[in-house]
């Protein structure tokens, strides 16, 4: 059995085949799919994909950095309300991202410091997106560690310093496609890394695996993922599995 830690199944990539999708994905031994976040804009398509998989899918609620800009505090309103109403999983994905857009890099602060205190209060681990922003996210985590602060640094990147980094903060390390590709660099250190710290994740549609870089993303493709981080830890597949699905399951209480 594996887990999708990370999966936006609910995009508009999968508007045509979604059903194919999913099928393929539990038939290639992906059980639970954990679901993060964007905006408001997505929160029925979200609703509607549990309703559909309700033995498969786990959503988590926040609000993307992408997505922080001048509207933000009635985002943040809209993610409060969808706390009020049900249970999710973490807060998600929440965090800073520099790539597209430096100028909100304050509102962006301000978002990401209130949803892991939003995490905080319902006990519930976040999820982080980090995009050209090591630091700025680092110094958010270092203002709010503490036992209370837990989850996954989604889609690892960095260098091992910074995954030690990001492991002190009680974060579990993300890794998806970029661990198959041959510039991904993080395949050079990982097994340095203890199994314990990793969890797997597609991030689809984005960041395919190779041999599918550079097109559509769909959660099956987390075997080929699996396959790659055992060869890296000198491992079975089954291992690989059973402890990265069993780190999933301490993060997310379920």
Known sequence: MLTDTHTHLYSDAFDEDRKQ????????????????????????????????????????????PTSVKENYEEELAHVEEQFKKRTFYAVGEIGIDLHWDTSTLGI????????????????????????????????VLESEKGADLFGIFHCFTGTKEQAEKAISYNMKL???????????????FLNEIDLKHIVLETDSPYLSPTPHRGKRNESSYLSLICRKVAEIYDVSEKEIATVTTQNSKEIFSI
């Open 108 to 139: 962006q602060q301000d978002a990401f410091k209130r949803q892991i205190q939003l995490a905080k209060k319902y006990k519930l681990p976040i999820v982080i997106h980090c995009r050209e922003a090591f630091d700025e996210v680092f110094e």
């Open 21 to 64: 999708m999913m099928k393929r994905a539990i038939d290639a031994g992906i059980e639970r799919f954990f679901i993060p976040a964007i905006d408001s804009d997505y929160t029925a398509k979200m609703y509607e994909l549990e309703k559909t998989y309700p033995d498969h899918v786990f959503l988590m609620m926040g609000l993307h």
């Open 174 to 188: 993300g890794i998806g496609g970029v661990v198959t590709f041959k510039n991904g660099k993080i395949d050079q």
